[in-house]
């Protein structure tokens, strides 16, 4: 994933069109209404991220989907951009539900193992420890040198068990294993 795909300028072949993908989203818990969008633009013009990047557009990785271009969404850096907010669900016009079409396509790129690593990493560090981030060591002895009290035990064995079958995660264990 170095080359930002989504708003990639190379021309659309036409063996990179899958027909029946936007089919097969809007058979898809939560993008059930993805064919319901004509390109009004108002998921790219409210989104809080889009105002701050110059490459996340939801409506561009919408359109992607339904001209059937599955591998260039899946691949695209700009999948992983999404904040989660809603702020598109909340305005689309057809009542196309933007942020949950975009958990689909990372669910579907994650199961193809295409995910960026800063998450692959996060998660690895979440089946570990139970945290989200490597807590450093000064930090630990700067809480115990302020007086605050330690900070609770991560447990990592009941969120494996709590995430048992989350396919990402599961990967992500296994190539943590080989490394």
């Not at 809007?26 to 009004?40: A, N, T």
């Not at 579907?108 to 989200?132: H, R």
């Amino acid at each position: 994933m170095t080359e930002n795909t989504a708003t990639s300028k190379e021309p659309i072949k036409a063996s990179e069109i899958d027909p029946k993908f936007k089919y097969e989203l809007s058979r898809m818990h939560g993008s059930e209404k993805l064919l319901r969008c004509f390109q009004c633009g108002t998921c790219t013009s409210d989104c809080p991220v889009a105002r701050f990047s110059d490459t996340y557009r939801p409506r561009t990785i919408i359109r992607m989907a339904q001209l059937g271009l599955k591998e260039r969404v899946l691949n695209s850096d700009t999948l992983w951009l999404c904040a989660a907010c809603f702020t598109c669900t909340d305005r689309c016009p057809q009542g196309i539900e933007v942020a949950s079409v975009i958990r689909v396509l990372r669910n579907l790129a994650a199961e193809k193992g295409i995910v960026p690593q800063v998450f692959k990493d996060q998660a690895a560090c979440i089946l570990e420890s139970g945290y989200a981030y490597k807590i450093p060591e000064l930090r630990i002895k700067k809480r115990e040198t302020q007086g605050l009290p330690p900070l609770p035990k991560g447990n990592p064995e009941n969120i494996r068990k709590t995430l048992k079958g989350v396919k990402f995660l599961e990967k992500t264990e296994k190539e943590g294993e080989q490394a």
